[in-house]
Structure formats: C-alpha cells, structure tokens
C-alpha cells in the first residue's frame, strides 16, 4: 500500500513539474511552447497543426503573430482577420506531442491521456478546447473553469 502511494504522490509531483515546464497558449494562434521551445500551432484558415519554423508563414494582426500551414493560408487570413480568429479552435491543455498524437494533462486531476475524438472537452471562451480523463472532471471543471486554468498558468 505504502509503495503504490508512493508512486501516486510521484506521479502527481511528475505532472505539476510538466506544467511548469512548458508554456501554454498565449499569443495569436499558438498553443503550447513545448521543453525543446518549438512553438506549436493551429492554421486559423486550414485547422492544420504545425511547428513554427523559420520558414513559417505569419501575419501580425493586433500585435499577435498568426501562423500559416501554407502562403494561400496567409493571403485569405489577411482579407478577412476577424473571421478566421472567431473560429479557431486551440488545445489548450496539451502538454506534448509526439508525431500527430496529442497528450494532454487533465486540468481537474492531473491524469494524462491521448486526445481522441472520443475524449470529453469543454471549449472555454470560444476559443480553447480543454480535455479531461473522464466525465467528472468535466463537470467539475465547469463548475470554476478560471480556477483550474489558473492553476495551470493557461488563459
């Protein structure tokens, strides 16, 4: 018994320091700086994922950087800013990824998982998705989203 609590304790200590080592969403349409500061994205215009890299496309629209999967995502964005912005859709509680799988730590209790279509997720200010292990956490995160966010120094 001691030993499983043990590694409970060990674990929960292994997700706190994960969140503290990585950086959330913050500006324009990135949403997770990951340990190796590669920046990730979500293409406003095409929702496809991607790393910034020096050769990524951006437009600077209210003093935030939007990134591009593709330059036709760059000249359709810049007609029309507002309207791609108010659709974008960023995970906001992923904390790595590995190839096209996205883990994410469950902002309620701790627990990681994979994002799938079949996850439970809350979209919180119409603008970020946030994923929990189970049904629970859901509701419980939607009882004091700003809590749990804060708590994982998210917006």
Known sequence: ????????????????????????????????????????FTCPVMGKTGIVTENTKYYEYNGEKYYFCCNGCESKFEKNPEKFIEKMNLPGNVIKVEGKTKHFACPVCHGEGVVSKDDQFVVHQGKMHYYFCSENCKVEFEKDPQKYIKEMGTH
């Open 1 to 40: 018994m001691k030993i499983k609590m043990t590694y409970l304790i060990l674990f929960a200590f292994m997700v706190v320091i994960s969140f503290q080592s990585l950086s959330f969403a913050g500006k324009g349409n990135i949403w997770l700086v990951d340990e190796k500061g590669n920046q990730h």
